[in-house]
C-alpha cells in the first residue's frame, strides 16, 4: 500500500504535534531542570521537521507521484479475502480465545488460512487439527504456557 | 557449559530448525530469531544463546541453496549473489556453488568468530573507563551509522529511527520514573514490549508479504546435487585473498550497529567484482564472488555481537533480538559481563566456533535433502507459523496486550516498508532508545545544564566529533560536487 509522501508528512506531523501537547503538563524532576518531557519533546520536534519536509517532497512530487496505491492485490478478490482473513484471524483471536480457548480458535483461523490460501479441504481441515494439537502440546505442557481452555475446561487434558 | 549433552542437543535440533527456515524462501534468519525467543524463554542461559547463535549462523547458510538452486534466495543475505549461483547450476556446476557457499560460509564465520574473541575483551578494558557522556555519544554513533549506512533516503531513515525512539519513551521505563504516554492503562506502563514488536515487525510483516502476493507460485523442479565438497580445496587455494577480504569486511560490517549480512553480502560482492582479475566472468557462473560474500555474510554475524556484548548496541536485527533475551536472562550485555562472568562469555565463544565446525556436516545434508525441504507448500507453511506466532508472543508475558502490539506493529512495518521506509532504524530506536534517554539525562544532571560538558572528556568529544561528521558529510560532500560542476557547464 503505497501513499504519497506528503501523506506520510502529514501523519508524522500530526503525531509530532500530539506529542508535543501530551507532554506539555509533565513535571520535572525534583531538584532538577530536566525531566521526562524533554526527550519525547526532541523527538517529536525531529518528527516535525522529518514530516514537514516529507510534506513538501511529497507536494513536488505529486504529478509523478499518486496519493494513494493499494497494490495488486486489491484487484483480485482471491487476495484481498486472503487479507482480510489473516488479519481478521488475529483480531479474532485476541477477542475470543478467553472464552473459546486456544484450540478451538487455532483450528478455525488455520482452517480460514488455509481455505482462503487455496489449499485444499481435507488437507486443511488436518493440518488445522494436528498443527494445533502439537502447538498445544508444545506450548502447553512442555513450557507450562497458561493457555486459555476456554469452552473444553470440562474436557481439559 | 557448552558440552553438557542438553546444551549439545538443543543446537543440533537449532541446526535444524535453522537450515530449513533459512531454505525456505519467504521466511528470513530474523524472524527464525524472533521465532525462537518464547522457546529459549524457558531455557538457562547458555542453551538459550547456543540455540540463537546456531540457528542464525546455519539460516545464514541455508539460504544459498534455493539461491542457487531455484534463483530465488532463502534470505535477504543471499540476494546478493543469487544471480551468479544459479549461473552455475545452469552450466552443471551446482555441487561446486554450493560447495564454496557451505564451506566459506563456515570459514568466514570462523573467521568472524576469532576476530570477536580477540577484539571483545580487548574492548571491554577499554569501555570500562566509559561514563554517561561517552555511552551517549556512542549510542548516538551508532544510531547515525544505522540511518546514514543502511537506508538510500536517509530522511526516511531518520524518521523511522524517531518513531522508533518515540516507542522507547512509552511506559514507567524512564529517569524519572513517571508514567508517559500511558493512557491509563496498566498494561502499556511496563511499555510496549520489545519481543512482541519485533515478532510483529519481521514475521508478521512476512506472512502479510506473502498473503498479498500476487505473482504465481513457482514450481520448484530440483536435481539431485553431487559430492559438494569435492574440488573446494583448490578454490581455496586460488582465491585466498578473497577469502580474507570477505571475512574482515564481513566482520566490520556486521560490527557496524543496523549493518547486517545482507548489507555485508552486497558490499562484498561488488567489491569482489571491483577488485577481481577476472571481471568479465561475473555473472557468468563464477565462483569467486561466491567464495567472498558467503564469507562476508556469515562473518557479519560474530561481528555483530561485539558491540552487543561490549556495549549492548546491536550490529544487526539479529543480535537486538537476542540482547533482548540476554537482559531476560540477566546476562546484561557491557563490560560488567566480561568482569563478573566471564565464563559465560567464553562459554559464547565455543558456542561460536561450534556452531560454524557443525554447519559443514550438516550443510551437506541439508543440501542432500533440499529437494524435500523446497518441495514444502508455503501456504500450508504461513498459517502455521502465524499461529506460532500468535502463541509465542503471548507466551511472553502471557497476555493478550503482546499479541495486539504485534498485530499493530506488524501492520505499520508493513505499510512503512511498501513505502520504502527502512525498519532497521526503528529497531534500534526501540533497542537502544531506553540507553539514549538514560545516558542523556543523566549526563545533563551531571553537567548540571552545561552542554559542553558533553564534550569536555577525551573520548566522549573523540566520539562526537566523528557522529558530527557522519552527519555532515552528505550536505558536505554535495557541496563539493556542486562546486566542482560549474567550471565544466562553462566551457559548454
Known amino acids: 500500500m503505497k501513499l504519497n509522501d506528503a501523506i506520510i508528512g502529514l501523519l508524522l506531523l500530526a503525531v509530532g504535534l500530539a506529542v508535543l501537547i501530551g507532554v506539555q503538563d509533565y513535571p520535572n524532576i525534583p531538584g532538577q531542570d530536566v525531566g521526562p518531557d524533554l526527550f519525547p519533546a526532541l523527538i ?72 482462503a490460501l487455496q489449499l485444499d479441504t481435507t488437507r486443511s481441515i488436518t493440518v488445522a487439527v494436528v498443527a494445533s494439537l502439537v502447538i498445544h502440546f508444545a506450548f502447553y505442557k512442555l513450557m507450562r504456557v497458561p493457555l486459555p481452555w476456554g469452552v473444553l475446561l470440562p474436557y481439559a487434558w | 557449559m557448552v558440552f553438557e549433552p542438553y546444551t549439545l542437543m538443543v543446537m543440533v535440533l537449532a541446526a535444524f530448525y535453522g537450515l530449513f527456515v533459512g531454505s525456505v524462501p519467504g521466511l528470513t534468519a530474523t524472524m527464525a530469531t524472533a521465532l525462537l525467543v518464547p522457546v529459549t524463554f524457558f531455557m538457562a542461559p547458555i542453551p538459550a544463546v547456543a540455540v540463537m547463535v546456531t540457528a542464525t549462523a546455519m539460516a545464514i547458510f541455508s539460504g544459498d541453496i534455493p539461491g542457487c538452486l531455484l534463483r530465488i534466495p532463502g534470505t535477504p543475505a543471499s540476494a546478493a549473489y543469487t544471480d551468479e549461483a544459479y549461473a552455475m547450476t545452469r552450466k552443471g556446476e551446482a555441487e561446486k556453488a554450493l560447495g564454496a557457499s557451505l564451506v566459506f560460509s563456515a570459514v568466514g564465520g570462523l573467521f568472524g568468530t576469532v576476530v570477536l574473541i580477540v577484539a571483545a575483551p580487548a574492548l571491554a578494558e577499554f569501555a570500562s573507563q566509559f561514563s554517561s557522556f561517552e555511552y551517549f555519544w556512542l549510542v548516538l554513533l551508532g544510531l547515525t551509522c544505522a540511518v546514514f549506512i543502511t537506508s538510500a533516503q536517509p530522511l526516511k531513515g531518520l524518521i523511522t529511527l524517531f518513531l522508533g525512539l518515540l516507542v522507547a519513551c512509552v511506559g514507567l521505563d524512564n529517569p524519572a520514573g513517571f508514567p508517559r504516554f500511558t493512557f491509563d492503562s496498566v498494561e502499556v506502563m511496563g511499555g510496549i514490549g520489545m519481543i512482541p514488536m519485533m515478532i510483529g515487525m519481521f514475521a508478521f510483516s512476512e506472512i502479510l ?271 563539493i560536487r556542486r562546486r566542482q560542476a560549474p567550471p565544466e557547464t562553462l566551457k559548454r
Request: glycine letters at 10%.
Open chain 2, 209 to 479: 508479504r506473502f498473503v498479498a502476493d500476487t505473482s504465481p507460485p513457482t514450481t520448484a523442479v530440483v536435481e539431485k546435487v553431487g559430492n559438494v565438497l569435492k574440488g573446494q580445496w583448490q578454490v581455496a587455494r586460488k582465491y585466498p585473498v578473497q577469502i580474507l577480504r570477505g571475512s574482515v569486511l564481513g566482520t566490520s560490517v556486521g560490527a557496524l550497529p543496523g549493518a547486517g549480512a545482507d548489507i555485508a553480502a552486497w558490499m562484498s560482492y561488488a567489491i569482489s567484482k571491483k577488485f577481481s582479475k577476472e571481471p568479465e566472468k561475473f555473472g557468468t557462473g563464477h565462483v569467486e564472488g561466491l567464495v567472498e560474500s558467503g564469507a562476508a555474510n556469515n562473518s557479519s554475524l560474530a561481528g555483530a555481537w561485539i558491540p552487543a556484548l561490549v556495549f549492548g548496541i546491536p550490529g544487526d536485527s539479529i543480535t537486538a533480538i537476542v540482547i533482548g533475551v540476554l537482559y531476560m536472562k540477566n546476562l546484561n550485555p557491557g563490560p560488567s559481563l566480561f568482569t563478573t562472568n566471564p565464563q559465560n562469555i567464553y562459554a559464547v565463544f565455543l558456542i561460536f566456533i561450534l556452531a560454524n565446525l557443525l554447519m559443514i556436516p550438516l550443510g551437506i545434508l541439508c543440501i542432500k535433502g533440499a529437494r524435500r525441504v523446497l518441495k514444502v507448500p508455503r501456504n500450508m507453511l504461513m498459517p502455521v507459523i502465524l499461529m506460532f506466532c500468535i502463541v509465542g508472543t503471548f507466551a511472553i508475558n502471557n497476555t493478550l496486550f503482546s499479541v495486539q502490539v504485534m498485530l499493530v506493529a506488524g501492520l505499520v512495518a508493513y505499510v512503512l516498508e511498501s513505502n520504502k521506509f527502512p525498519i532497521a532504524p526503528a529497531i534500534l530506536g526501540v533497542v537502544l532508545g531506553g540507553m539514549l534517554e538514560d545516558n542523556f539525562i543523566t549526563s545533563m544532571i551531571k553537567a548540571d545544564g552545561n552542554m559542553l560538558a558533553f564534550l569536555s572528556r577525551p573520548i566522549a568529544a573523540a566520539l562526537a566529533c566523528v557522529t558530527i561528521l557522519i552527519w555532515v558529510s552528505p550536505s558536505l560532500l554535495a557541496l
Open chain 1, 44 to 115: 517529536a520536534t525531529g518528527l516535525l521537521i522529518g514530516g514537514a519536509m516529507l510534506v513538501v517532497r511529497g507536494w513536488r512530487e505529486r504529478s509523478i507521484a499518486p496519493w494513494l496505491v493499494w497494490g495488486d492485490w486489491r484487484h483480485s478478490p482471491r487476495h484481498v479475502r486472503a487479507m482480510l482473513v489473516l488479519v481478521g484471524s488475529v483480531l479474532f483471536y485476541i477477542a475470543a480465545s478467553d472464552w473459546l480457548g486456544f484450540v478451538i480458535c487455532s483450528v478455525t483461523i488455520l482452517f480460514l488460512l488455509f481455505r
